[in-house]
């Protein structure tokens, strides 16, 4: 539409817009606003600049509360204010170096999403981790040191290698684990059960050590792009 538009403005041609196609223009323009003002909020939480938003001041107070109430484990400063904009985003990249706690600030930002009502489109309860599988043991000890208990964990791959039918049932089962953990090259093969999967449960998902796409001939990294559209969350780790 904003194709044709131009077009008759630049030949001069007189148009009138229909009621409908301007009521779609009005609500595209101000979805682009809330979005642009959304984008802009992302940005200044990143940049520890929101001092002068009361709203985001408030919404940070209340992600610190939620965060003391269910950690055992103190978060270091630059690691709430990222696990703040990664909830608030919802859509992050953290490219931070190897014991910078990435994992801590996952689990933060879960943590927040998971206290908001089940009627919040932010919500999530489940976490889907697509990753290597020497880091299954690192997410599984990491939720003990987070919140002091263990977490109810399905891999998908690994040591506890299942056939594939085990594994399907898994992701179509009416109360699968908490926390489900793949390794990279089963997305391919499994795609289309992953993206039934996030339609049935409110998810997270995380791509853990994604450079790794650039070795896989681009094969799962196609998937994990199509299948982080049915999500809720979608992060990326390296």
């Known amino acids: 539409m904003k194709n044709i538009e131009e ?16 009521e779609f223009f009005s609500d595209y323009r101000r979805e ?5 003002q959304f984008s802009e909020n992302a940005r200044k939480i990143r940049n520890n600049e929101f001092v002068d938003s009361p709203e985001l001041v ?9 965060i003391d109430e ?8 630059l690691q709430l204010l990222s696990a703040f904009h990664m909830a608030f985003s919802q859509n992050s990249c953290n490219f931070a170096v190897p014991g910078a706690g990435k994992t801590t600030i996952v689990y933060a930002a879960y943590t927040y999403l998971k206290s908001l009502p089940d009627s919040d489109s932010r919500h999530v309860d489940k976490l889907l981790i697509i990753g290597p599988i020497s880091s299954f043991r690192a997410w ?8 002091g208990k263990n977490i109810e964990s399905t891999r ?7 056939k594939k039918h085990h594994k399907i049932q898994h ?16 997305v391919n093969e499994l795609e289309k059960e992953i993206k039934d999967f996030l339609k049935k449960n409110k998810t997270m998902v995380v791509v853990d050590e994604a450079h790794r796409i650039k070795n896989a001939r681009g094969l799962w990294g196609i998937s994990a792009v199509e299948i982080s559209k049915d999500a809720i969350s979608r992060i990326i780790l390296t």
């Open 7 to 22: 077009i008759l403005q630049k030949f001069n041609i007189e148009y009138l817009l229909s009621d409908k196609v301007n």
């Open 32 to 36: 682009m606003d809330n979005f642009l």
């Open 58 to 66: 408030n919404m940070f107070d209340d992600f610190q509360k939620i």
């Open 70 to 77: 269910n950690f055992i484990r103190k978060l270091y400063p």
């Open 140 to 147: 599984e000890d990491q939720y003990i040191k987070c919140y």
């Open 156 to 162: 998908l791959s690994g040591n506890q290698e299942i």
């Open 171 to 186: 992701l179509y089962s009416g109360d699968p684990t908490e926390l489900t953990l793949i390794h990279h090259g089963y």
